[in-house]
């Protein structure tokens, strides 16, 4: 059975496509009330009273969040949430005109002060399948192990700190950005590079 924020989403997504796609006003006007009722099935506790889907046009997909993976023999690249307090891989929401390796190597750029080259895939996942706390957007997870190419690590106004930790030392992550099953999962791809990327 689909949970309440499963048929939220995927009322917000129907109604999306009905905005998008009809042309006839009286149509328009049920699909903007299904876009409302959406918001209100999540308007459920003190934490999202005021919940509402954002107005969006085109046909609705999946968000896209982009990781770097950089190993140094058997430490991993980590940052520091200011956030959350909090340590993940970094990366973030993919940019528009910007390919896959781009995005990462920018982010990466931006938020350890390390120039990087992505050389494979790990993982293509949906985060909600792969046990990450729920979201109200779909999101998939791309998981791109990286090289090491040059630089000195620089904090910003995300980022508190940046280290390399031991595989087998990992600090407290941040549950919505980084499990410790999909670093494990990196690990073994940079351990041997002929595995075949992984998808849930």
């Not at 940052?79 to 940019?95: H, I, M, N």
């Not at 990992?170 to 041997?192: C, T, V």
């Amino acid at each position: 059975m689909s949970t309440l924020l499963e048929l939220s989403r995927e009322l917000a997504a129907l109604a999306q496509t009905g905005l998008t796609y009809s042309r006839d006003p009286f149509d328009q006007e049920r699909f903007h009330r299904i876009h409302t009722i959406a918001g209100e099935l999540l308007q459920t506790n003190d934490h999202c009273s005021d919940f509402q889907w954002p107005q969006e046009i085109g046909y609705p997909t999946p968000k896209v969040d982009v990781r770097g993976v950089v190993f140094n023999n058997d430490q991993i690249l980590l940052v520091k949430e200011r956030s959350s307090q909090r340590w993940t891989l970094p990366g973030g929401w993919a940019d528009v005109n910007k390919t896959l390796r781009e995005n990462v190597e920018r982010e990466c750029l931006e938020e350890t002060g390390y120039e990087v080259k992505a050389t494979s895939i790990v993982s293509i996942i949906d985060m909600e399948r792969a046990n990450y706390p729920k979201s109200p957007h779909s999101i998939y997870k791309i998981l791109l192990l990286c090289q090491l190419v040059r630089g000195t690590p620089a904090t910003n106004i995300e980022i508190s700190d940046i280290t390399f930790y031991p595989i087998d030392q990992l600090p407290e992550l941040d549950p919505f950005r980084a499990s410790k099953e999909g670093i494990l999962q990196a690990y073994e791809h940079f351990l041997n590079p002929q595995l075949p990327t992984y998808f849930n």
